[in-house]
């Protein structure tokens, strides 16, 4: 099993024949994903040939979906384009929408955000991200630009703010293997939170353990820790960057800002340790606290 994708999604990409869109298409067509297409309004018509396969480039996304029966979009959009995408394949009924751009205005995304809570988002559209590094299922798709050579097949499901975080994971956890790995982005407002993604994995009979990487800023984690307490029954291992973040400063990702006690990684790993999830103080003890947990299993 897997969470949101697996070897029968069928994905797009809005901006393929962009540098940045060409080049994580045909890796995504190297780890096994079925890219059916992709879609620029300037290149309508046209085809792209990527990794040996040859895509057809279509006008908007729901010509795209009716053509290939396409249901993930992965956005290689840039950031003064990504609301008008986005909107775009929410109208159109994508089941997953994953949103890799950064600097995105954060206003943009409020907008794309409250719109996926409307009425007007009929079919129920995902979205992850922005500014992630997308969701990968080791061994069926990935949708993003996780390295697929990282990590195989597993039962550890790993839900992460951070990409370099989820890879460095991924890489000290390969012997055990992964059903998904999600990278949800480490912006103020995104789409698919860390909730979600507990709640998807306690209800995958296959994930057996979770990972869940956080950052200062904000209150997502303590959110999650409340959340764990009461509807996860699965062994939950956290880690939380920026121990060493100076306050007041804004480092790296926009949401991970500390003000006063609020959003602190002491905070954060006192409120998941006070729910008996593990905490680590680095990702390398983090991945042994989860290894001690999976070697009892």
Known sequence: MSIYLNKDSKIIVQGITGGMGSKHTTLMLESGADIVGGVNARKAGTTVTLAGKDLPVFGTVKEAMEATGANVSVLFVP???TKAAAIEAVDAGIGLMVVI???VPVQDTAEVWSYLQSEANHAGTRMIGPNCPGIITPGESLAG???HTIAGKGPIGL???????????MYELRDFGFTTAIGI???PIIGTTHIDALEAFENDPDTKA???IGEIGGDAEERAAAYIKEHV???VVGYVAGFTAPEGKTMGHAGAIVSGSAGTAQAKKEALEAVGVKVGKTPSETAALMREIMQGL
């Open 79 to 81: 950031p003064a384009f």
């Open 101 to 103: 751009t950064e600097g």
């Open 145 to 147: 630009i996780t390295p």
């Open 159 to 169: 839900v992460s703010k951070s990409g370099t975080l989820t890879y460095q994971m």
């Open 185 to 187: 982005g480490g912006d």
């Open 210 to 212: 979770i990972v869940m």
């Open 233 to 235: 029954t699965k062994p």
